[in-house]
């Protein structure tokens, strides 16, 4: 039993003595580390504007945190602030209430006056190690608006670039950064968030940007801000040929003169670019006394707070041979590459070369244009109607947009299916529910006992378009005529009421069988080609063209939902 009591002794001894060895080198190390770490950081000024809420937090380190301060308070460190005082004595802050207030790491001042500018130290004290870390508060008034010049933050931005502001020294509102609002020259409100970002610097963003956070403490809000000036500079220009580009000189024979040809260097020196004139697809040699035409050595020029460099082309003498040739200026970086040229003229006689060029030039365009007109034609009329919403409808009392009669005979009838279908369903399928046209078919919508002469001509004549169905059996029918075809071709070809719109359903090889009136709308060329598949789409050719012939319409109604047309 005695053994066994010696070793839970020796064991509790051991226990004590491991703990008091982990205290001793916990001590030690934070000692150390502060008494390091406090040569690194020296003194950090914080800046406030007078009224404004500011703090000041205890750090030994750099990398300290409110954590690891709370972890000495755990191992017997007390947190204490002082502040110097003109004598050079030191004053300890007591309280935990009014307007200046500190708990642990955190010293807070609700507000900030001038009078509280100074010096303050917070002491890490253990009852062995004392450790101090100074901070300066400098608060100033506000002179005008809301800031005050001696505080402001100065941010570089190039036009024509993009930016992001952040409000500087707000780390330790990080959870609160969403609540920031941000105005321009104290007044203009711009915008609310972590940060202000510009996707295009133009000059007018340049000025003083003022970020405030605004909170409530004790039924009081309080506010703190920061100020950046956004300075803008002139994007760096690259550098350019800005003469000759294609230039005509007028020159007179046996004359000398020199044409320089010049780039603008931007912010390249002259030995990093390379201007050289060529001629026939060779470089111009240095100038001599023997040569006619020649380039001299490039030089620098400073204009306007710009540098431009130039490389002269000498003609001693120009002679005929000179006339009406290239003279080309060619300009090279490790980045970009550009040339011009220059061509002699005789003064006094015209350059019939170029006018010809010109002239060929403008009649080249104008077949090109032509061509696109008459191949596009269609589309280029309905993409007319479309943007302009023109309507041709309005004010003419007419109920219907078109007149649809399916060419039919007795003998042709049971052979007609197909026409009376595309006539009957799809035909109105398309312009009446996707382009909000309204048809009048007489088998749908005259009623019966209504086929008489004289209802047949009221609804032709209150119809804008009369569309013919055309079909290859009545072309082959002897026989085959109606009423309803006799009154609309009158109505088209002799009093002009109406315009006919021909559709050819099946392939017509001859068209002499067919009656002179339809010959002659036929030769009107306002008829389109049923193409079986090809055309039942509703953005086929075949429904562009019969929409073209078709009277503009405003305010047409596109059903996109319907997919099979």
């Not at 130039?310 to 080309?328: A, D, M, R, W």
């Not at 382009?435 to 209802?455: H, K, M, Q, T, W």
């Not at 002499?512 to 050719?541: A, I, P």
Request: glycine share 6%.
């Amino acid at each position: 039993m005695e053994r066994k009591f010696n070793m839970q002794g020796e064991w509790i001894n051991s226990s004590r003595l491991i703990v008091m060895l982990q205290m001793f080198l916990l001590t030690f190390t934070i000692s150390e580390t502060m008494n390091r770490c406090i040569n690194e950081d020296g003194l950090t000024t914080i800046f406030a504007l007078e009224g404004e809420y500011a703090r000041l937090r205890c750090r030994v380190c750099n990398g300290s945190t409110p954590l690891v301060m709370s972890d000495f308070q755990t191992h017997g460190f007390t947190i204490t602030w002082f502040k110097d005082t003109y004598e050079g004595g030191l004053v300890e802050l007591l309280g935990k209430t009014g307007r200046i207030t500190f708990e642990g790491s955190l010293l807070e001042f609700w507000p900030a006056t001038v009078n509280d500018s100074g010096r303050y130290n917070c002491s890490v004290f253990n009852g062995t190690h004392n450790i101090m870390d100074q901070k300066k508060l400098s608060v100033t008034p506000i002179n005008e608006g809301c800031y005050n010049e001696e505080i402001v933050f100065s941010w570089s931005g190039i036009i024509g670039s993009s930016t992001e502001l952040y409000c500087p020294k707000m780390d330790e509102y990080r959870n609160n950064k969403e609540d920031l609002k941000w105005y321009k020259d104290c007044q203009k409100f711009v915008h609310k968030g972590s940060s202000l970002v510009f996707k295009k610097l133009n000059k007018e963003n340049a000025g003083y940007y003022t970020c405030k956070l605004s909170f409530e403490h004790s039924g009081v809000q309080y506010n703190i801000t920061r100020t950046l000036n956004l300075i803008l500079k002139e994007p760096p220009f690259k550098p350019e040929l800005i003469y000759p580009l294609r230039e005509h000189v007028e020159v007179v024979l046996g004359e000398s003169r020199t044409i320089n040809c010049t780039v603008i260097a931007g912010n390249r020196k002259k030995s990093q670019m390379q201007l050289s004139w060529r001629f026939k697809d060779s470089h111009l040699t240095n100038c001599n006394q023997e040569q006619s035409v020649c380039q001299d050595s490039k030089r620098a020029i400073t204009k306007e707070n710009r540098t431009y460099v130039v490389s002269p082309l000498v003609f001693t003498q120009i002679k005929e041979e000179h006339l009406n040739q290239y003279f080309n200026c060619v300009f090279v970086t490790s980045k970009q590459k550009a040339n011009g040229y220059i061509i002699l003229q005789e003064k006094g006689k015209s350059n019939v070369h170029g006018i010809v060029e010109l002239l060929i030039s403008i009649i080249v365009v104008l077949i090109i244009v032509a061509i696109i007109c008459v191949h596009f034609n269609v589309q280029i009329v309905l993409c007319y109607r479309d943007l302009t919403g023109k309507d041709e409808t309005l004010g003419d009392s007419k109920e219907y947009d078109a007149y649809v009669l399916l060419l039919k005979s007795d003998e042709t009838l049971h052979s007609a299916q197909e026409e009376q279908q595309f006539a009957l369903e799809l035909l109105p399928a398309i312009l009446e529910e996707q382009f909000g046209y309204r048809l009048c078919i007489f088998e749908r919508d005259v009623p019966p006992g209504g086929a008489s002469a004289d209802n047949i001509l009221f609804y032709i004549n209150n119809c804008r378009r009369l569309i013919i169905i055309l079909s290859k059996e009545y072309v082959d029918d002897e026989y085959s005529s109606t009423y309803e075809l006799m009154t609309g071709l009158h109505q088209v070809l002799v009093e002009r009421k109406i315009k006919p719109i021909l559709i050819e359903f099946k392939p017509i090889k001859s068209t002499k069988s067919l009656s002179e009136s339809l010959q002659l709308v036929l030769r009107s060329k306002r008829t389109v080609k049923w193409k079986g598949s090809k055309s039942v789409f509703k953005h086929s050719y075949f429904w562009k063209k019969v929409r073209y012939l078709m009277p503009a319409k405003g305010g047409q109604l596109v059903n996109h939902s319907q997919g099979n047309y």
